[in-house]
Structure formats: C-alpha cells, structure tokens
C-alpha cells in the first residue's frame, strides 16, 4: 500500500456536504481507504479574490493506485461533482489535489507531487499538519513551511474540529 495526502476545498453551494461527497466518493473506491481527516478549515480565496470563501480540508489515505491513477480518480470525483473550470483559481464546487504521494516524486505533463505550491499555501498546511504522523518522512518539508506562516494574518480560521474519517462521513448502514 501507498501513503499518500490529498487537499480538497469548495466555495460553491453546500460546501461542507461537498467535502463530504467527495470524502464518501473515495471511501467507495475498492483500491483506496481514508486513513484521516482533517477539522474543516475556512479561508479567503486566492489568485481570484471576488468570490465565496473556501472550506478546505486534508485526507491520509492508503491505495494500490499509482499517483497517475490516483489522479484520474480524483478528476473522476470532481467531475461526478459537477466541477467546471471556467478559469483558473475560479469558483469551484470541488477541487481535490495530491499533495504528497509515498515519499515520491513526480513531474509530468499532468501530475506533479509534491505539489508545486503547497508549501506555499496556509490553507493546504494546516490541515495537512493536522493529519500527519510525528514519525513520518514527508512531514519535514510541511513543518519546515508550516513555521513561515502567520497562520492568522494568512487568514486560515478553523471551522469546524473533525475527529475521524467516520465523524465526517457516518457510514450509511
């Protein structure tokens, strides 16, 4: 199995019930289990600044799925969704990213890992910090830049606290 860490954020629509969706969408893919779930973060948008606030949060999961696959699993997800892609930094009623994947790199046409701005980003930090294992070998380049931030003056407030993948999305039996 691989380790791997995904950023998900929406402004559009029932946000918290997006996360979820989309939560739910990779918990029913046989080749993937969610391991964590970050508290549910609400920060300003960025790049494009006229627009609703985004509800962001990170996942830990474990998957046979290379990053490739993952990545088409995930475009899957978002397209079931709905996602348009108007422009870039638009409104979105989902957006999922790999950030890390099993301590690998990647640089292709359509996937990069790490993320090539995650480092640079509050809101994809503090979740992501919060799911992380003390022991684990990509946390050093997220602490690194997790210290750079003013978490405040970045504008990443907590929304809401989420102890468990099955506090987020309770199973449906």
């Given amino acids: 199995m691989k380790r ?28 993937i289990t969610v391991t964590a779930v ?3 973060y609400e920060t ?10 985004f509800l962001n949060i990170a996942l830990r999961l474990e998957t046979t799925l290379s990053a490739q696959e993952l990545l ?26 790999i950030l890390l ?4 790199t990647s ?3 359509t996937l990069i890992v790490p993320h090539p701005r995650m480092y640079e980003r509050a809101f994809v930090l503090v979740p992501l910090k919060e799911i992380m294992p003390e022991k684990c070998d990509m946390l050093e380049g ?3 830049a997790y210290q750079t931030f003013d978490i405040e003056k970045e504008g990443v407030k907590l929304w809401k606290t989420i ?6 999305v309770p199973s449906e039996n």
């Fill in 44 to 53: 300003a948008a960025v790049g494009f600044t006229e627009q609703a606030d």
């Fill in 142 to 144: 997220v602490q690194n």
């Fill in 101 to 104: 994947y099993n301590n690998e």
């Fill in 38 to 40: 970050s508290s549910i």
């Fill in 4 to 31: 791997a860490y995904l950023s998900i954020g929406t402004n559009i629509g029932e946000r918290e019930k997006n996360l979820q969706d989309a939560v739910r969408m990779l918990i029913a893919h046989e080749a």
């Fill in 163 to 168: 102890a468990t993948v099955d506090e987020f």
């Fill in 72 to 97: 088409l699993v995930c475009q899957q997800v978002e397209n079931d969704l709905g996602r348009v892609r108007e422009f870039r930094w638009g409104p979105r009623i989902i957006d999922l990213d």
């Fill in 107 to 109: 640089n292709t046409e």
